[in-house]
Nanobody
Framework: QVQLVESGGGLVQVGGSLSVSCAAS????????VGWFRQAPGKDREFVAA???????????DYADSVKGRFTISRDNAKNTVYLQMNSLKPEDTAVYYC?????????????????WGQGTQVTVSS
């Protein structure tokens, strides 16, 4: 069982930056794929980014087209934490951001592909 807790959301102006974190329990967390999703009011939850283990100390990152070049996902396995650095934020980035995890090293972009979810953290980009 993996428990995930997000933190770091808040209010930021257009063009600003914000970092959100996902702290996880579990001793084998380093081999899990961890993803970030977001859900805006009235919309479906959508994939944002994921980081997956490729063997040894190598990880790959996957991004939604809407955030590519602006967001960066990273992880610190010693702290069991995954980060999402968000730059050049736009009003359409406003949403509740969720982290999710699955015991898999494959690319996972679907909501139904993840087994464990955090409670979410609100990110609001004001214009």
């Amino acid at each position: 069982q993996v428990q995930l807790v997000e933190s770091g959301g808040g209010l930021v102006q257009v063009g600003g930056s914000l970092s959100v974190s996902c702290a996880a329990s579990g001793r084998t967390f380093s081999t899990y794929t961890v993803g970030w999703f977001r859900q805006a009011p009235g919309k479906d939850r959508e994939f944002v980014a994921a980081i997956r283990w490729s063997g040894g100390s190598t990880y790959y990152a996957d991004y939604a087209d809407s955030v590519k070049g602006r967001f960066t996902i990273s992880r610190d396995n010693a702290k069991n934490t995954v980060y999402l650095q968000m730059n050049s934020l736009k009003p359409e980035d406003t949403a509740v951001y969720y982290c999710a995890a699955v015991r898999s090293a494959l690319k996972r972009v679907g909501v139904n592909e993840y087994d464990f979810w955090g409670q979410g953290t609100q990110v609001t980009v004001s214009s």
